[in-house]
T-cell receptor, first 110, second 111 residues
């Protein structure tokens, strides 16, 4: 079982609020990723990191930002949440093999 | 054309059936290949890596054909619990390149 954790599991929040989705892994993986997925739709890469102080935007444009100050921690921040940000956010990590995903955060912005 | 394509699905099969999923990829430099399963509203979980020699894990067999840029997954004696979406995932393998996900094929195993 992969050791990658996301909190909160569910988040319902009002428009305009600042939110941070947490992601931590205990496997020492260098590579970490954030994906966005709507129900029944494909995963879209929104951010990735290949190590501490390395962050890049993914294929899907996103208004969120990320940071990678520690290997194990890769939080995602939305400065001002909007209803269009309602989605599932999945964090993942990798070290040369496959991707291991956290349980995801289901975000609903009212 | 998408970089990774899969059978459109959905596949509705009776319990005990054998079902095969197909996946093609366009980047000939791809190095690593995987099958994931994703249950509704859950995260994708690694089912198996795919090797050129083919590999088997219980009722699941994966094959890779590099010349045809084709990957397959065979599920024998399907169970109700196999109902999920199956994702084909390809990695170019270079540091600096990312995993590419197929759109997924949904499987429903019916009693």
């Amino acid at each position: 079982e992969a050791d990658i954790y996301q909190t909160p599991r569910y988040l319902v929040i009002g428009t305009g609020k600042k939110i941070t989705l947490e992601c931590s892994q205990t496997m020492g993986h260098d590579k970490m990723y954030w994906y966005q997925q709507d129900p029944g739709m494909e995963l879209h890469l929104i951010h990735y990191s290949y190590g501490v102080n390395s962050t890049e935007k993914g294929d899907l444009s996103s208004e969120s930002t990320v940071s990678r100050i520690r290997t194990e921690h890769f939080p995602l921040t939305l400065e001002s949440a909007r209803p269009s940000h309602t989605s599932q956010y999945l964090c993942a990590s990798s070290q040369g093999g496959g991707l291991f995903f956290g349980s995801g955060t289901q975000l609903s912005v009212l | 054309r998408k970089e990774v394509e899969q059978d459109p699905g959905p596949f509705n099969v009776p319990e005990g059936a054998t079902v095969a999923f197909n996946c093609t990829y366009s980047n000939s430099a791809s190095q690593s290949f995987f099958w994931y399963r994703q249950d509704c509203r859950k995260e994708p979980k690694l089912l198996m890596s795919v090797y050129s020699s083919g590999n088997e894990d219980g009722r699941f067999t994966a094959q890779l054909n590099r010349a045809s840029q084709y990957i397959s997954l065979l599920i024998r004696d399907s169970k109700l619990s196999d109902s999920a979406t199956y994702l084909c995932v390809v990695s170019p393998g270079d540091y600096g390149q990312n995993f590419v996900f197929g759109p997924g094929t949904r499987l429903s195993v019916l009693p």
